[in-house]
């Protein structure tokens, strides 16, 4: 691979080829992606983080030999995870829940469908 260090980075004079990485990429520094925003990754002893000037997006990072991802902020619609070849939602938790108290059942009644065997119950 050649870079030209007196072309810019950027303009109608950037570099616009594709670069394509036939090995192992090393960054010992940081690497800036650009796409309208820079998003720079930062490898340092056992983690990578990936920034923008809104802050830290995500984190990659291994705890006693485990391998982790820690997302600081996430907005979302859905979140899905791959389990056993099969993608499922993933719930955040919220805090603790307390146990309920003074529940009453109001009503109980069927679902639309007919060949259902199990009802809904209404508690107030």
């Given at each position: 691979?050649?870079?030209?260090?007196?072309?810019?980075?950027?303009?109608?004079?950037?570099?616009?080829?594709?670069?394509?990485?036939?090995?192992?990429?090393?960054?010992?520094?940081?690497?800036t992606l650009s796409s309208g925003i820079d998003y720079v990754l930062t490898p340092s002893g056992n983690e990578?983080?990936?920034?923008?000037?809104?802050?830290?997006?995500?984190?990659?990072?291994?705890?006693?030999?485990?391998?982790?991802?820690?997302?600081?902020?996430?907005?979302?619609?859905?979140?899905?995870?791959?389990?056993?070849?099969?993608?499922?939602?993933?719930?955040?938790?919220?805090?603790?829940?307390?146990?309920?108290?003074?529940?009453?059942?109001?009503?109980?009644?069927?679902?639309?469908?007919?060949?259902?065997?199990?009802?809904?119950?209404?508690?107030?």
């Open positions: 691979m050649i870079l030209f260090k007196d072309r810019p980075s950027t303009g109608t004079n950037g570099f616009g080829q594709n670069i394509e990485f036939t090995a192992d990429l090393d960054v010992s520094g940081t690497l990578v983080s990936v920034t923008s000037p809104n802050g830290e997006h995500f984190k990659l990072l291994d705890e006693a030999g485990t391998p982790k991802m820690r997302v600081p902020y996430l907005e979302a619609t859905q979140i899905k995870k791959l389990v056993g070849g099969e993608y499922r939602d993933v719930i955040a938790a919220g805090p603790a829940s307390t146990l309920p108290r003074n529940l009453r059942i109001f009503d109980i009644y069927p679902t639309e469908d007919p060949n259902e065997k199990k009802g809904y119950i209404e508690i107030r």
